[in-house]
């Protein structure tokens, strides 16, 4: 059975907002490269698929365009050859190696989890509420950057119960950067 893990940058005031001011360094681009690589599949919303897809999927015309640095490439080329799962009940249809989920949102997925033996990496923020929502999460995991961004949409906002968690790896990075992954504590009761 496949792992669900969340991913996402995050401020250290809760702000995971692709604008709140967190440019990837050196390291922490390789990192999410290598990360996308070893998944299985991505999960997106529509809102997230749309933005990684206008920012990152390869151009008709063939080559990478100009803004790209020797360090964008390699994630560019992990995320557009990704399998992809795209979450919506407005789009009608999707590609760049995607397929739709529109159906109920936890049999869906617990459809793609029971499919794969590897990692199902989850990103953006209205998607992973639902699915932390429902515990079907079984990992997270935060790059957490030394920005106090003061505004923006934070991290898992409005979850309905509390979730408790252990750490099961952290790393700093030389630029002050902490990536951190967690593990759902499962509580008897």
């Not at 991913?7 to 681009?29: F, R």
């Not at 790209?68 to 992990?78: H, L, N, Q, V």
């Not at 919506?88 to 590609?95: C, F, M, Q």
């Not at 902490?178 to 008897?188: E, G, H, K, M, N």
Request: charged content about 25%; hydrophobic content about 45%.
């Amino acid at each position: 059975m496949g792992l669900l893990r969340y991913s996402i940058n995050v401020t250290l005031d809760g702000c995971c907002h692709h604008e709140a001011g967190l440019p990837p360094d050196e390291e922490s681009m390789a990192y999410w490269t290598a990360r996308i690589a070893e998944a299985d599949a991505l999960i997106y919303g529509r809102l997230t698929y749309e933005m990684m897809e206008s920012a990152w999927r390869r151009p008709a015309s063939g080559p990478w365009p100009d803004w790209m640095t020797a360090r964008d490439i390699p994630f560019a080329e992990s995320i557009d050859r990704a399998k992809k799962y795209v979450v919506s009940g407005t789009l009608d249809a999707v590609d760049w190696n995607a397929e739709l989920l529109a159906g109920d949102l936890a049999a869906e997925i617990r459809r793609i989890t029971r499919g794969s033996n590897g990692i199902l990496a989850v990103g953006g923020v209205t998607l992973p509420l639902a699915l932390a929502d429902l515990g079907l999460i079984d990992e997270y995991e935060f790059l957490v950057h030394p920005v106090l961004a003061g505004r923006g949409p934070t991290l898992l906002s409005g979850l309905r119960e509390r979730i408790s968690l252990e750490v099961i790896d952290r790393r700093e990075f030389p630029s002050g950067v902490i990536a951190q992954r967690y593990r759902p504590i499962l509580v008897s009761e």
